[in-house]
């Protein structure tokens, strides 16, 4: 399981994730990004950072 930073890297705005399409988009440039955070489309040229993560019960532990 992987956590996405919603900071897009090439501005810094907020990636918002499309349900139906199953990608990040950034609203400010156009970038897109795979679930996985793997770019798309640029304008970015880097993927979104990614932490690792895992269900304990009923939280959601992010490993930073
Ligand atoms: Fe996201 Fe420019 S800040 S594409």
């Known amino acids: 399981m992987l956590a ?3 900071k ?3 501005e810094g705005c907020d ?6 399409e199953k990608k990040y ?4 440039h156009s970038a897109e990004f795979a679930a996985d ?8 040229k880097t993927n979104l950072t990614t932490y690792s993560a895992k269900v304990v019960g009923t939280q959601i532990l992010v490993k930073i």
């Not at 990636?15 to 139906?20: I, N, R, Y």
């Not at 988009?25 to 400010?28: L, N, R, S």
């Not at 955070?37 to 970015?44: R, T």
């Open 37 to 44: 955070g793997k770019v798309l489309k640029g304008p970015a």
């Open 15 to 20: 990636v918002k994730w499309m349900a139906g």
């Open 25 to 28: 988009e950034c609203p400010c």
């Open 8 to 10: 897009c890297t090439h």
């Open 4 to 6: 996405v930073s919603p």
